[in-house]
Nanobody, 126 residues
C-alpha cells in the first residue's frame, strides 16, 4: 500500500514556474514507477510525465516536453515535477500516481497506475 500526497500547486502568471512535490509513504518507494497526470475542468485525466523506479528513464507528453521535468529522490520517497514556461492551458489539477514495477517501465495510461494522490491545483493566468 502506498499513500501519496502532493504539494506545490498555486497561481502563477504565464511564463512562470512551479515545482510540484509528491511524498510517498512506505519503505519500498524504489519499487514503484511514478507518474504525473493532470485534469482540466471538463476534460479527462491526461498523462504528463513518468519516471522509472530507478529514475533512469523518463517520458513526457508532447505538450510539456522541453518545459516540464520529472525527477525523484528515492532516499526521500519523493517525486518532483518542475514546471517551467507555464501556459494558461497548463491550468489543471495535477495528480501524482504510483505503480509497482520490476523494470524501468514508465506507464503513460492512467489505468496502469494503482495509487493516486488527492491532487494539487495549478492555475496559470494569462
Amino acid at each position: 500500500q502506498v499513500q501519496l500526497v502532493e504539494f506545490g500547486g498555486g497561481l502563477v502568471q504565464a511564463g512562470g514556474s512551479l515545482r510540484l512535490s509528491c511524498a510517498a509513504s512506505g519503505r519500498t518507494f524504489d519499487n514503484y514507477a511514478m507518474g504525473w497526470f493532470r485534469q482540466a475542468l471538463g476534460k479527462e485525466r491526461g498523462f504528463v510525465a513518468a519516471i522509472s523506479r530507478s529514475g533512469g528513464v523518463t517520458r513526457y507528453a508532447d505538450s510539456v516536453k522541453g518545459r516540464f521535468t520529472i525527477s525523484r529522490d528515492n532516499a526521500k520517497n519523493t517525486v518532483y515535477l518542475q514546471l517551467n514556461s507555464l501556459k494558461p492551458e497548463d491550468t489543471a489539477v495535477y495528480y501524482c500516481s504510483a505503480t509497482r514495477s520490476n523494470t524501468d517501465y514508465t506507464p503513460t495510461g492512467p489505468h496502469e497506475y494503482d495509487y493516486w494522490g488527492q491532487g494539487t491545483q495549478v492555475t496559470v493566468s494569462a
